[in-house]
């Protein structure tokens, strides 16, 4: 059984950064699973931020995210992290790691199998 567990929100200003992390815990190897990040603000429905690959090799985004976030994965270490730059009031949410078994990676919230329990970021102005 997979379990994930999200660490490195948190509360910034506007424009501010913070850089979220995805482990595995179990005994389980995140580096067979494409690993996404979702988020849910409230009110709103879960969507997709980020993903990537189980080799790392294919990083993909939501269109609003793709010139201010940065998913990676160190393999070695079993991490997957989201880099989050210029944050803005907008992107508070809770943020959640899943991890799904199509390795080359997929947008769709309901490919993914194993959800981590989500972690708070708060961006004010």
């Known amino acids: 059984q997979v379990q994930l567990v999200e660490s490195g929100g948190g509360s910034v200003q506007a424009g501010g950064a913070l850089r979220l992390s995805c482990v595995a815990s179990?005994?389980?190897?995140?580096?067979?699973?494409?690993v996404g990040w979702f988020r849910q603000a409230p009110g709103k429905e879960r969507e997709f931020v980020a993903g990537?690959?189980?080799?790392?090799?294919?990083?993909y985004y939501a269109d609003s995210m793709k010139s201010r976030f940065i998913i990676s994965r160190d393999n070695v270490k079993d991490t997957v992290n989201l880099q989050m730059n210029s944050l803005e009031p907008e992107d508070t949410a809770v943020y959640y790691c899943a991890a799904s078994r199509i390795q080359s990676g997929t947008y769709r919230r309901d490919d993914y199998t194993h959800w981590g329990q989500g972690t708070q970021v708060t961006v004010s102005s």
């Open positions: 990537i690959s189980s080799s790392g090799g294919n990083p």
């Open positions: 179990g005994g389980a190897l995140l580096s067979y699973y494409a």
